[in-house]
């Protein structure tokens, strides 16, 4: 089953659930029905699976192909991690110590400056030094 | 918005109604404003409000004392276009000076001296000593609030030197004054003085933009203003009005302030046919980033960067062949606007300079100036360490705005009298007390915001009860704003908002901007004339009520134009340099006296011919043509045995 057949189910599926929605009720007469709300969850239910098997079968797809590229080239190298888009899932797989952190962010210990012992200060050097506020290459007042 | 807050604080319990008498407007009756503590806000409450006007509200105003809150409260609303903790103080990250003396022995007469003469002797005497002498108590109270200032080993609130600030009356070295919360000072602010006035009953119409001022007799009886979210209108009826709507930085191309920076107080009390004051003098910087508005440091000069034209040339050998790129800032941006307009500026529209960092080393730059490459990637797109990053002069400040009394009550000028608009008040960036004069100091702009934010509210205090009824205001009050609103909407000309704004952004950079002669500003006034005639000829898309916001972009953009006219044309009038008014064809300021001279066998010169004076400006909207007044600075302070006012001197650091 191709992806976009998949879809069209599930787009048949979702029709159908808004049909039952739509039946001149309103959102939360429809809650207080419950025939009418298993119904819906029923749907939904059935909507989600096709719409996991949908995707189960296009990575399983995607796989074999990935295979039958390394099988052609050669050599079996180890499979690297896939590049993900930076989606807000792909960013918790990135490796949590790389960047950030410039010596700005630093805080002090305590978060007293050990050189004017300010508590509660701004962090990194002295931002008047120049004669102006500066913070990060930004003049902030002057 | 700071200065608003500690109004309310000062007033207690301020419970804001808001009586909703739309002339036209939808059917429907929805409540419109949130109340904190869920009340009605029915439109029959007629107590006296303090209705306070805030666009940009720049942390100052007092929140309520302790000992204030058993006194009678007041009604108060607020009416603002951006939610409160938005406004552009949150921006504010420097400090507020204090002579709290935690450093090192400090007096505030020697503030007071230093903040005279950082105006260079343009600033009313009195607000500058009623400010620095309330500038302790203020930050003390601010302390109280729980603000949250950086503190020493002993656990006072650490200071630090910046701003040009000096003892013993400039003779004694760098003084330590200025207080901060770590990097955001504004931001702490700003949420101190919000949460602040949470506790009192204030009503909070945000998204509400304000028309014009309801003016009757010269006297200000309430604010017109329009519901973004529903396109309603609604009338406040108020005893006391405060503007508090920040500056206008948006009139020129480049410029730190928000987009939301539209000088809509000083415009609807021009359009209400009062003066505004000193407009002409506008705080610039020389390295701020092309389309961003961000400032780069000075600093960056410091560590060996330069500043360079379409030729590679560092043009700073030419202007300044000792300090080079190390030149004053005003030095430095005249020779940069200089080299634009002789038509050695880079880009497609060789508008602006390269600030060039890449021939320093890498790890230098890191060390030094940490961040800065973070910096330039974001705000200008470059790698500092391969590319020059451009920069142009830019906008950050406007020390002009709606002229007070050091009480805080707008007035006005007829016949060589100052005289009090009843019922209005201003206070901020929007207002002008003057504190600041010809050049605002680092540090000083936060403490006019909390001193005179508190003083509006003492003196509303002091001379209203709460309960009083208000005066009647005729039924078709604000017929002309809500005609101007529907003539907006249906415009139907050929000029697009963004056009016309683009237009004015770039005369008032070309024109109006660092480098000013005789000549171009005259071509400036000019052009401004025909851009804001153009106006009669614009085009808007959106014919909705609800969120039009092509509406509310042309009626700040009305606002704008308001400012600018007032801008360039008082800027072309005024025939000398003084402080952030520099002049080619004149660059020496003309005073009553020539102090560089002894005063002795001078004969004072006549007010009409020197210009330690305020400008007081006028425009007529239909025309746009602007007339110009001038009112004497205020030269004696509030009690010359606690402090003496000072005489007037040549300045120099």
Redesign the interface.
């Known amino acids: 089953m191709t992806r976009a057949s998949s879809f069209s189910i599930v787009k048949t599926f979702l029709s159908c659930v808004i049909f039952c929605c739509d039946n001149g009720k309103a959102h939360n007469r429809l809650v207080q029905h419950p025939r009418r709300m298993s119904l819906l969850h029923v749907c939904c239910t059935t909507v989600r699976g096709f719409v996991k098997k949908g995707l189960f079968l296009e990575s399983t797809y995607t796989a074999c192909h990935r295979t039958a590229g390394y099988a052609s080239g050669g050599v079996a190298k180890d499979k690297e991690p896939l590049k993900k888009a930076k989606t807000p899932q792909g960013r918790f797989d990135m490796d949590e110590t790389e960047s950030k952190s410039k010596d700005v962010f630093e805080r002090f210990p305590d978060d007293v400056n050990p050189e004017t012992k300010e508590k509660g200060g701004p962090r990194g050097p002295e931002p008047t030094r120049y004669g102006d506020w500066e913070k990060k290459g930004r003049c902030i007042d002057f | 918005m700071a200065a608003v807050c500690a109004a309310f604080r000062v007033l207690g319990r301020n419970i804001v109604s808001s009586k909703a008498l739309p002339a036209v407007c939808q059917a429907s009756n929805r409540k419109l404003h949130f109340s904190i503590y869920g009340k009605k806000g029915d439109a029959k409450v007629s107590d006296d409000r303090l209705v306070a006007l805030c666009d940009h509200c720049v942390v100052g105003i007092c929140l309520l004392r302790s000992p204030l809150s058993i006194q009678p409260v007041f009604n108060t609303a607020c009416v603002t276009k951006l939610f409160p903790t938005r406004s552009h103080t949150v921006a ?4 507020i000076n204090a002579a709290l003396g935690n450093m090192e022995e400090d007096d505030w007469r020697w503030h007071f001296y230093d903040t005279v003469k950082g105006s260079d002797w343009l600033g009313d005497q009195d607000a500058i000593h009623y400010m620095t002498e309330q500038a302790p108590a203020a930050v003390v109270e601010l302390e109280n609030f729980g603000m ?6 002993e656990g006072r609130i ?1 200071q ?4 040009g600030q000096s003892l013993k009356f400039g003779k004694g070295g760098q003084a330590h004054r ?1 207080c ?4 955001r000072t504004g931001h702490s602010l700003l949420h101190t003085l919000y949460g602040q006035s949470l506790r009192y009953d204030t009503s909070y119409f945000v998204e509400y933009f304000a028309l014009d001022l309801l003016m009757e007799d010269g006297e200000c009886k309430g604010v017109i203003a329009l519901c973004m979210e529903d396109g309603s209108i609604h009338r406040f009826r108020s005893k006391n009005t405060v503007i508090a709507t920040g500056g206008y930085g948006r009139t020129f191309f480049s410029c730190t302030s928000a987009h939301t920076s539209t000088g809509d107080g000083n415009a609807m009390v021009t359009r209400a046919g009062l003066p505004c004051q000193d407009l002409e003098f506008v705080q610039f ?1 020389p ?1 701020g980033i092309y389309g961003a508005g ?7 000069r ?1 560590e060996g960067g330069i500043l360079i034209n379409s030729e590679g040339e560092r043009f700073m050998e030419r202007y300044a062949p000792n300090a080079k790129d190390l030149a004053s ?1 005003d030095v430095v941006s005249r020779s940069m606007t200089i080299e634009i307009r002789e038509g050695r500026g880079v880009g497609p529209d060789k508008d602006h300079v390269y600030l060039q960092l890449h021939h320093l080393p890498p790890q230098q730059l ?11 990637m974001i705000f200008a797109g470059v790698d500092v360490t391969k590319e020059p990053i451009p920069v142009l002069p830019t906008v ?1 400040y406007n020390m002009g705005g709606i002229p007070t009394n050091y009480k805080g009550q707008a007035i006005t000028h007829e016949n060589g009298e100052d005289m009090v608009v009843p019922g209005l008040y201003a206070c901020g960036e929007a207002g002008c007390a003057s504190v600041h004069g010809a050049n605002r100091l ?2 000083n702009s936060l403490l006019d915001l909390v001193v005179f934010g508190r003083a509006c509210a003492l003196t509303i205090a002091e001379t209203n009860t709460p309960g009083e009824k208000l005066s009647p205001l005729k039924p078709n009050a604000g017929e002309a704003s809500v005609g101007n609103l529907d003539k907006i909407r249906f415009a139907n000309g050929s000029t697009r908002t963004s056009e016309i704004r683009l237009n004015m952004q770039k005369t008032m950079q070309n024109h109006a901007a660092v480098f000013r002669t005789g000549d171009v500003l005259k071509e400036g006034c000019e052009k401004m004339d025909s851009v804001y005639k153009s106006m009669d000829d614009i085009k808007t898309f959106d014919r909705g009520i609800v969120w039009n916001t092509d509406l509310v972009e042309t009626l700040e953009l009305q606002n704008l134009m308001l400012n600018a006219v007032q801008t360039i044309v008082s800027a072309e009038a005024r025939k000398e340099s003084r402080g952030a008014h520099a002049r080619e064809d004149f660059k020496d300021r003309v005073d009553e006296y020539d102090y560089s001279k002894p005063l002795q066998g001078q004969v004072k010169k006549p007010f009409e011919q020197h210009w330690r004076k305020h400008t007081m400006s006028y425009v007529d909207p239909k025309t746009g043509k602007v007339t110009l007044e001038y009112r004497r600075v205020i030269d004696s302070s509030l009690n010359a045995d606690d402090c003496a006012a000072i005489p007037p001197a040549i300045r120099s650091y």
């Open positions: 504010a990250q420097g400090g949250p200032f950086s503190r020493t080993e650490y630090r030197a910046f701003g200025c901060c919360v770590a990097d910087h390295t961000c400032l780069i440091t000075e600093g960056c410091g800032r890191a060390t030094r100036l940490p961040g800065i490459s973070e910096t330039a950050h680092g540090a």
